[in-house]
Nanobody, 114 residues
Framework: QVQLVESGGGSVQPGGSLRLSCAAS????????MSWYRQAPGLERELVAT????????TYADSVKGRFTISRDNAKNTVYLQMNSLKPEDTAVYYC???????WGQGTQVTVSS
C-alpha cells in the first residue's frame, strides 16, 4: 500500500527554520516527481515547491523563493522541504504529493508566531 508520512512540523518563531520530511513507500519513488503543498485555514491549497524525477529540477512559489529548498534522497525514498527565514504567513498544514499518481500525505502543521 502507498504511504506518505510527513514529519518535522511544529511551532517556530519568525525567522526560524524547520525541515519537513516525507517518507514514501508502496510505489517506485524515484520514478515520480514530488511536490509540497500547503493550506492555511480559509485559503486554497497552494503549490509550494516541486522537484522532478528525471533532471531533479525544482520550482518554487514566488512567496517562498529564496527561503525554501526542496530536495530528495532516492536511496531513502524521502523528499524534504528545508524552510528558512520563516514568516507568520507560512503558517499552514503542509502536504506531500506524488505527481501523476496523485497521492497525498496526511499533512503536518507548521506554525510561525511570536
Amino acid at each position: 500500500q502507498v504511504q506518505l508520512v510527513e514529519s518535522g512540523g511544529g511551532s517556530v518563531q519568525p525567522g526560524g527554520s524547520l525541515r519537513l520530511s516525507c517518507a514514501a513507500s508502496g510505489f517506485p519513488f524515484s520514478s515520480y516527481g514530488m511536490s509540497w503543498y500547503r493550506q492555511a485555514p480559509g485559503l486554497e491549497r497552494e503549490l509550494v515547491a516541486t522537484i522532478t524525477s528525471t533532471s531533479g529540477s525544482t520550482t518554487y512559489a514566488d512567496s517562498v523563493k529564496g527561503r525554501f529548498t526542496i530536495s530528495r534522497d532516492n536511496a531513502k525514498n524521502t523528499v524534504y522541504l528545508q524552510m528558512n527565514s520563516l514568516k507568520p504567513e507560512d503558517t499552514a498544514v503542509y502536504y506531500c504529493y506524488v505527481r501523476l499518481r496523485r497521492y497525498w500525505g496526511q499533512g503536518t502543521q507548521v506554525t510561525v508566531s511570536s
